[in-house]
């Protein structure tokens, strides 16, 4: 069995690689709809961050609150690659 470390490692990694592909798909769909690269990897970018920085204000008030962080980090990974799926039919 793997060590926990390890696994959770591997989770953050994959959550990452799973980040920047979201994050390419994404810039390519609304470089077709903007018409430019640069606007479109600018605002993803800007989304992508802002996102970030709001959630991590988010989790910082109610961590303290948050009995199984790992459960809620799993239901908010699920939710990103559930809307990442369904992203291409809307």
Request: net charge positive.
């Amino acid at each position: 069995m793997y060590p926990p470390v390890l696994l959770l490692s591997l989770a953050f990694f994959l959550s990452g690689i799973s980040g920047l592909v979201y994050e390419t798909m994404w810039s390519r769909y609304l470089g077709l709809f903007v018409g430019h690269t640069a606007y479109a990897q600018a605002s993803v970018l800007i989304l992508f961050l802002g996102g970030v920085a709001l959630g991590a204000l988010w989790v910082a008030k109610r961590a303290e609150v948050i009995r199984r962080p790992l459960v809620v980090y799993a239901a908010v990974e699920l939710a990103v690659g559930v809307g990442g799926i369904l992203f291409h039919d809307l």
